[in-house]
């Protein structure tokens, strides 16, 4: 799937600096601050003109997806009105023992809801559906996902050229195979203290003929998996990703965990970027 990149032009002449503005009719897009697209302008936009969800704040959803009820977790930014389509982020949390999921979900999009908030940003927060971990599992989990964001979509103004993933963990191991395997469309996703090496794969490696999706890489200094990350990202570089324009790799003063500042570093580098047609 291929993607623009909004950049922030800067044309200087005679000491001066001119930003021109994101076109009008991309609302969803006005937030970004890098604004001009490498290969042109974008000139349209994929709302979804879903209504009839509860906003704004956060609350939970519940919907029957492949034989059982689903419940997720949403954040509505305070801002959200449905005449304008809002970019959207799934979150994918950790495993961390039986029975956890529920809470670790909610847990998430109470993780990225400050942030959001401020950023314009909705956000979903899914359970996995692992038994004995209370993690990720596939394909079954992504076959929920598909489920859940038609029901965001029916009742949410989503600009359906921003809809962005994260994952935590054994949830960045198995977003590492939904983006690069199973992409429906998403314009980037970041990975938190995931691997391959951890994640179900046709391939052990990044898929060569893929199309360069980027993606945001973060991880803790002291995480053991720091190291095979490291690793990954030599796979990433040489499959065509380029540091710093499609592939960035954070290393933050901690273990396995979230970063706290990752909300904002990571919106820095992904806000941009929004699905080719």
Not at 132 to 155: E, R, V
Not at 165 to 182: A, E
């Amino acid at each position: 799937m291929r993607f623009y990149k909004l950049k922030l032009l800067c044309f200087i002449a005679i000491g001066y600096c001119f930003q021109s503005n994101a076109l009008p009719d991309i609302p969803s897009l006005m937030d970004c601050e890098d604004i001009i697209f490498f290969s042109g302008f974008q000139n349209d936009s994929e709302p979804s003109n879903g209504s009839g969800g509860s906003y704004p704040g956060a609350f939970a959803r519940t919907i029957f997806s492949h034989g059982s009820n689903r419940t997720y977790y949403v954040s509505i930014p305070p801002d959200y009105q449905p005449n304008k389509a809002f970019p959207l982020l799934f979150s994918w949390h950790g495993a961390a023992g039986a029975g956890t999921a529920q809470a670790n979900a909610q847990a998430t999009r109470d993780f990225w809801k400050p942030f959001a908030d401020q950023n314009h940003l909705i956000i979903v927060a899914q359970a996995g559906t692992g038994s004995t971990g209370g993690g990720f599992t596939f394909p079954n989990d992504i076959a929920i996902l598909y489920d859940i964001l038609d029901d965001m979509h029916a009742h949410y103004n989503i600009e359906l050229k921003r809809v962005y993933g994260h994952g935590f963990s054994s949830g960045g191991h198995l977003m590492h195979t939904l983006m690069l395997f199973y992409n429906q469309g998403y314009p980037a996703y970041s990975v938190s203290a995931g691997t391959f090496a951890d994640a179900v794969f046709e391939d052990p490696n990044v898929p060569a003929n893929s199309d360069v999706l980027p993606v945001f890489v973060s991880v803790g200094q002291s995480d053991p998996l720091k190291p095979t990350i490291e690793q990954e990202r030599i796979k990433f570089l040489n499959a065509g990703w380029v540091e710093g324009e499609t592939y960035w790799l954070d290393v933050f003063n901690g273990g396995h965990q979230l970063d706290t500042n990752l909300p904002q570093k990571m919106w820095d580098k992904l806000c941009t970027f929004s699905r080719q047609p």
